[in-house]
């Protein structure tokens, strides 16, 4: 009994650590990720005073119509056709924000209507902030849904500009590092931290589909420990500083499918916590699906760090698209020794790239040259099937010798015009099976 019970918790923490994942686990992992679904009644803004014309501000109509859904059971809460202006939407359970064709929802750039602060993360760390502009905290069965578009009016007068002015991320990073309690990392106006877009928060079955995305202050989509997220067909198309296109952080059972991303950062980036405050929440984001996805220009079309100090696990990726002259690499993998966090179960087959300006595949743990104590691992990485027109390197695999990548499997891949081969540091069980690099075998 003793000995079943041993080889029982065995079992289990091979699955719970993520150890001999492989691609036979997607369909297991797929069928969990089911999107909600809604009653089939229907709140209309214009019904609660909402105006068309982006001019008049609508957030209390929305507001209304957003409790009187929830109350009523559920439902959507319809935009209709128009432009309609408002500040922050904070989404309640059972509530699905459906934008219909022909509809843009413009956020106000006053930034004193994203006050009070409400819990969230800024660039993975925990603080009170800016509200994100659609919200929700500890809700479940919410969606934002349609063809319409989320306009957050942001550009290089507005919001974007706050990039340069750093004092109060140092602050908010050495107040994580003194493990300040949350609450009392209170920050809002003086203070140029920028709110996400979409930013659910402890949140259970989430639906973000169809609609486009412009002019972002920062990350569009950014689930934060959150279950069961279904993020499909949808478009982004933004620009600006530290705009990632999806962002699931410390959250598990995601799918991201059929959308296309044109980013002014990474197309998809995976995290779980940035350093001192990452390793304090201890939650990995586990069990990622991205498939058949269009990537367009970013720093890279599937990312995962670089806060990763909760750990990242069981990633899959498939039948992607990925190309422009400003797309710089197609998988990325980001870390370094201040950050940690352990990377396994990285899986990459049946990808098309074009053009990429740096590299196909690039793992780097010595990123921004930040050091400390706390050495990333990367293991079990496969690249399969993956075909590149035109890039400086293939694989550019960098790591620290005493802590190297392990179990890197590159197979059946074909790169072509590489101008400078390939650069590779610090990897240990490296496996390189039908693999062409400008029509040579490698």
């Not at 989430?206 to 689930?223: A, D, F, R, V």
């Not at 352990?342 to 690039?362: L, Q």
């Not at 890197?408 to 790169?415: A, P, R, Y």
């Amino acid at each position: 009994m003793r000995r079943l019970l041993t080889l029982a918790l065995t079992i289990i923490t091979i699955y719970a650590t993520g150890q001999n994942v492989s691609w036979k686990d997607y369909d297991t992992i797929l069928k969990r990720i089911v999107a909600p679904t809604f009653k089939n009644v229907d709140y209309s803004i214009l019904k609660y005073g909402a105006r068309a014309g982006g001019v008049e501000d609508c957030s209390e109509a929305i507001k209304h119509a957003i409790d009187a859904c929830h109350k009523g059971g559920g439902g959507r809460v319809v935009v209709p056709a128009g432009k309609f202006l408002t500040g922050p939407i904070h989404l309640k359970s059972n509530v699905n924000l459906h934008l219909s064709k022909g509809a843009t929802i413009l956020f106000i750039q006053d930034t004193k209507h994203y006050l009070p602060p409400v819990l969230t993360r800024f660039e993975s760390i925990e603080l009170m902030n800016y509200s994100p502009f659609i919200y929700a905290l500890d809700q479940e069965n919410i969606a934002v849904t349609g063809e319409g578009i989320l306009d957050g009016n942001c550009n290089d007068q507005n919001w974007w500009p706050w990039k340069l002015k750093q004092q109060a991320n140092d602050r908010l990073k050495e107040m994580a590092k003194r493990n300040v309690p949350v609450a009392e990392r209170i920050f809002g106006e003086g203070d140029f931290l920028r709110p996400n877009f979409i930013q659910p928060y402890r949140c259970k079955n989430i639906l973000i589909e169809g609609i486009t995305i412009i002019n972002s202050p920062m990350w569009e989509i950014n689930p934060v420990l959150c279950t069961n997220v279904t993020v499909r067909k949808v478009k982004i198309n933004s620009h600006g500083p530290n705009n990632d296109g999806c962002d699931p952080e410390s959250s598990k059972d995601v799918l991201i499918e059929g959308c296309v991303f044109d980013t002014g950062d990474d197309c998809i980036a995976i995290k779980s916590g940035r350093d001192d405050d990452g390793r304090r929440v201890n939650v990995p984001s586990e069990n990622i699906i991205v498939r058949n996805c269009i990537m367009k220009d970013g720093h890279g079309g599937v990312v995962v760090g670089s806060e990763i100090s909760g750990n990242v696990r069981n990633v899959f990726v498939e039948k992607c698209e990925m190309s422009s002259p400003h797309l710089e690499r197609a998988l990325r993998i980001k870390s370094n020794s201040l950050r940690g966090g352990i990377v396994e179960n990285v899986f990459f087959r049946n990808v098309k790239v074009g053009t990429v300006s740096d590299a196909v595949v690039r793992i780097n743990m010595f990123y921004m040259n930040e050091t400390g104590d706390h050495h990333p691992q990367v293991k079990n990485v496969q690249v399969l099937n993956v075909t590149s027109k035109k890039s400086p390197y293939a694989l550019r695999l960098e790591a620290e010798e005493d802590y190297p990548l392990t179990d890197i499997l590159i197979e059946n891949c074909t790169f072509e015009n590489v101008a400078n081969g390939n650069l590779i540091k610090g990897v240990k069980d490296l496996a390189v099976k039908r693999v062409k690099v400008n029509g040579k075998d490698l």
